[in-house]
């Protein structure tokens, strides 16, 4: 099992910057593909992006390219997801998962563990 928790979310007005942060715990958090989803309301849950287990190979949803970065430290069982730019179309909770099995998986149904989400509000 692992467990985790989502952090960072909050209100920001439309241009600003949010970190969130996903902290793992249970099992080795290097072995695991890390992803990040955003779920608006009414909506179905979308991948955001995606970092390999070394963090060099990396997916972003190409809407989001250029304004949002993720990033892991293995050593904190930490990831990261850098919003800059924020539009009120970015608003969602926004959660992270694991996942054992695939290489750089960008469907929800490759994920095997989520954590409950933080919600992000950006207003115009």
């Known amino acids: 099992q692992v467990q985790l928790v989502e952090s960072g979310g909050g209100l920001v007005q439309a241009g600003g910057s949010l970190r969130l942060s996903c902290a793992a715990s249970g099992r080795t958090f290097s072995n695991y593909v890390m992803g990040w989803f955003r779920q608006a309301p009414g909506k179905e849950r979308e991948i955001v992006a995606a970092?390999?287990?070394?963090?060099?190979?990396?997916y972003y949803a190409d809407s989001l390219k250029g304004r949002f970065t993720i990033s892991r430290d293995d050593a904190k069982n930490t990831v990261y997801l850098q919003m800059n730019s924020l539009k009120p179309e970015d608003t969602a909770v926004y959660y992270c998962?694991?996942?054992?099995?695939?290489?750089?998986?960008?469907?929800?149904?490759?994920?095997?563990?989520w954590g409950q989400g933080t919600q992000v509000t950006v207003s115009s």
């Open positions: 998962a694991a996942s054992a099995t695939y290489r750089l998986p960008t469907l929800r149904e490759q994920y095997d563990y």
């Open positions: 970092i390999h287990k070394g963090g060099v190979l990396t």
